[in-house]
C-alpha cells in the first residue's frame, strides 16, 4: 500500500502505482472534502477516472455522503452460480445458446421487455416502495421500468458461461439498476449541487457535492438508493432465472445449481463500522471483502475472472477491487484496435466479435493478474473461471 499525504486533505491510500493523472487528481479533490473519514480514501488496483467520483475507490464520509460517489449506475454488480454441469457436458459449439440467451434477456441500453411480466415475479416490496418514491419526487417516474427489470443493459455489462479450475460449469453476469438508477442518481446529484450552493460550500469539483444528513435530501436519497440497490439485485436474480432456463433448454443432461453462489454490488453505498467510528461507505468500483465475504472480480471477455474471499484488511475499509478497471477509454480503444484483434483476443470465447463491441476488446482493459496480485493482502481466491461464451449488450 502507497500513501499521499497533502496539506489540508485526508490521506490517499493506494493499491496500485498505475493512476492516470485525471484520475490522480479527482482523488485529490476527493481526499479535500471536509466530510472525509480521517482515515483517507482508499484506491484500489482496478482505478481509472470517472465522472464525479474516481472508480475504483472506496469513499467513507462523516454525516453526509456524496450522491456522484456512488453514481448513476446505482447497485451495479454482480452474480454468479456455479452449476452441477462439467465442460464435457457441454456442446462443442455455444452459438445456439447464446442466440437463446441473446433473445430471453433484453440486451442494449433500451432493452426492455415487452410486458411488464417481470413485474409480477419480483420482489413484492419493490412496486409500493417506488409509489412512495415518485409520490415525494414526481421526476423520478419512468413508463418503462418495469418493463427494463431483468434487462441488461450496455457497455461493459455481460452474461457469461465459465469454466473454473475443476472445468465446473458457471453462469455470470453483470448488470445494475438500469434506466431508473441513472434517473435517481442524476435526481440526487442535481440536488445536492443546490444544497450546497444554498449553505455557500466552495469544493474542489461541483460533481462532489454532497447531502448532510440533517437534510430532507440526505433522508430521500437514502431511501431511493436503497431501492435502487434492490432493484438492481432483483434484476441479476431475473436475469439469471432467464439465463439458466436458456441453458437448461440447451443441455440435453438434467442439472442443478449448487450452494456456490455470490450476488454483490460494486457501486453501492451503506452504513458501516470502521476505526471505532460510523460511517457512510461509498464502494465506487469495490466490493465489500470483510473477513469471509465472497466476492466477484471479473477480467474481460478473454480474461480470467476470480471468485474471491475476503481478508477483512481494515485499511481498505474491508473492500477490494471490482473487475480490471479500463487502461483507456471506449473511444480510444476504437482508434487502437481493429475487429481482426477482437478476434484473435477472444479465441475460443463464443462472443460477438465485431464493431460494435470493438471498445470492451480485452486490450483497452488492465492485465487481471495484476491486479490481483496488487490486492493479495485483500483477498484470497477461491475459484479461477475462464469465460467460454460472453454476451454483451454492445
Not at 493499491?15 to 493523472?21: G, H, L, R
Not at 433500451?110 to 413484492?124: K, P, W
Not at 463500522?273 to 470483510?290: L, M, Y
Amino acid at each position: 500500500m502507497k500513501v499521499i499525504e497533502e496539506p489540508g486533505a485526508r490521506p490517499i491510500l493506494l493499491w496500485t502505482d498505475e493512476v492516470e493523472p485525471e484520475a490522480l487528481q479527482q482523488l485529490r479533490n476527493t481526499a479535500r472534502l471536509p466530510i472525509i473519514d480521517p482515515h483517507g480514501v482508499a484506491v484500489m488496483p482496478d482505478v481509472h477516472y470517472g465522472i464525479g467520483a474516481t472508480i475504483g475507490s472506496v469513499i467513507a464520509t462523516q454525516r453526509a455522503i456524496v450522491p456522484a460517489a456512488c453514481g448513476v449506475d446505482i447497485g451495479c454488480g454482480l452474480n454468479a452460480v456455479r452449476t452441477s454441469l462439467q465442460a464435457s457436458d457441454l456442446p462443442d459449439s455455444l452459438s445456439t445458446l447464446r442466440h437463446r440467451v441473446e433473445r430471453a434477456v433484453p440486451l442494449g441500453a433500451g432493452g426492455a421487455h415487452r410486458t411488464t411480466a417481470a413485474e409480477r415475479h419480483a420482489d413484492i416490496t419493490l412496486v409500493p416502495r417506488y409509489k412512495t418514491l415518485v409520490t415525494k419526487h414526481p421526476k423520478l417516474a419512468k413508463h418503462d421500468v418495469w418493463q427494463q427489470l431483468g434487462s441488461l443493459g450496455s457497455g461493459n455489462h455481460f452474461i457469461e458461461l465459465c469454466l473454473d479450475e475443476a472445468q465446473a460449469v458457471w453462469v455470470m453476469l453483470h448488470s445494475g439498476s438500469r434506466g431508473i438508477g441513472n434517473l435517481i442518481g442524476r435526481h440526487f446529484i442535481d440536488k445536492a449541487k443546490r444544497t450546497m450552493e444554498r449553505r455557500h460550500v466552495k469544493l474542489p469539483d461541483a460533481d462532489l457535492a454532497y447531502l448532510p444528513e440533517d437534510t430532507t435530501e440526505f433522508a430521500d436519497y437514502i431511501d431511493a438508493v436503497g431501492w435502487a440497490q434492490d432493484y438492481a439485485l432483483e434484476n441479476r436474480r431475473l436475469m439469471m432465472d432467464a439465463v439458466v432456463a436458456a441453458l437448461g433448454r440447451t443441455i440435453a443432461k438434467p442439472f442443478t445449481l449448487t450452494s456456490e453462489a455470490v450476488n454483490c454490488h460494486h457501486n453501492y453505498v451503506q452504513r458501516e463500522r470502521h476505526f471505532g467510528r460510523d460511517v457512510w461507505v461509498t464502494r465506487k468500483g469495490a466490493i465489500r471483502a470483510g473477513s469471509g465475504d465472497l466476492g466477484i472480480i471479473p477480467g474481460s471477455m478473454g480474461q480470467r475472472s476470480y471468485i474471491v474471499r475476503g481478508l477483512g484488511n481494515p485499511d481498505s475499509y474491508c473492500s477490494c477491487s471490482h473487475g480490471a478497471g479500463r487502461r483507456m477509454s471506449r473511444g480510444a480503444a476504437k482508434k487502437a484496435f481493429t475487429v481482426a484483434d477482437l478476434i484473435a483476443q477472444t479465441e475460443g470465447v463464443e462472443c460477438r466479435k465485431d464493431n460494435a463491441v470493438l471498445d470492451e476488446i480485452p486490450g483497452a482493459y488492465k492485465d487481471i493478474d495484476k491486479v490481483m496480485q496488487s490486492q493479495r493482502d485483500l483477498v484470497e481466491v477461491v475459484h479461477t473461471l475462464k469465460q467460454v461464451m460472453c454476451v454483451k449488450g454492445a
